[in-house]
């Protein structure tokens, strides 16, 4: 029975060892997934935020904006005053824009067509650092001026050299740098056409 039991505790030995050896590699891992996952991240956000930046100067045709990391509170329990959440959490990201003339301000406080400026600059700015094979925008440009549209529809051109884009307007100015046009109308008997031309 000792020989019997004997080997039997060496066994569960060796076991615990295996365990214990597989636990400290899988820490190590993990570190090291934080680490270049961290590092990946931050790469991602610099880029991002360098390209929206450059989108934004662009479409506004001056000024400034930028994208900024929100940092979470520490959540604190307020009966044992344990730390429930990490303060170093990032609880998301705020857009700031300063069209020339203005102050910098957050993206509520700008009129709806410099909304839609920023709103295009970041989507440039994912084409630029992510591209999608195609991007289908809908009415984006509906609030923007004569002088904006002219600048949207250049900033689409460029776009447009990368990314197959899909535009749902009725800007003048946006359809004038399209590729092709599909138009819908409607005849007197109210049956639906579609019409398209090609520009080159």
């Not at 080997?7 to 214990?20: P, S």
């Amino acid at each position: 029975e000792f020989e019997h039991t004997r080997t039997r505790v060496e066994f569960m030995q060796q076991q615990l060892a295996d365990i214990e050896t597989s636990l400290r590699d899988l820490t190590s891992l993990v570190q090291e997934l934080d680490t270049t996952i961290a590092s990946k991240r931050t790469q991602a956000f610099t880029n991002l935020n360098n390209a929206f930046s450059r989108a934004a100067h662009e479409l506004f045709g001056g000024g400034e904006a930028s994208l900024v990391e929100i940092q979470a509170e520490a959540e604190i329990d307020p009966d044992t005053g344990e730390i429930l959440a990490p303060a170093d959490a990032h609880a998301g990201i705020d857009i700031l824009a300063t069209p020339p003339g203005k102050r910098l301000k957050a993206v509520s406080l700008l009129s709806g067509g410099e909304r839609a400026l920023v709103s295009i600059a970041l989507i440039c700015a994912i084409m630029a650092t992510n591209p999608s094979p195609f991007v289908v925008l809908d009415e984006v440009d509906a609030a923007l001026d004569e002088a904006n549209a002219k600048r949207f529809g250049e900033m689409l051109a460029k776009m447009a050299l990368h990314t197959q884009c899909i535009v749902v307007t009725h800007n003048r100015t946006t359809m004038s740098h399209a590729d092709a046009i599909y138009g819908v109308t409607m005849g007197e008997d109210g049956v639906s056409k579609i019409l398209s031309m090609k520009l080159e």
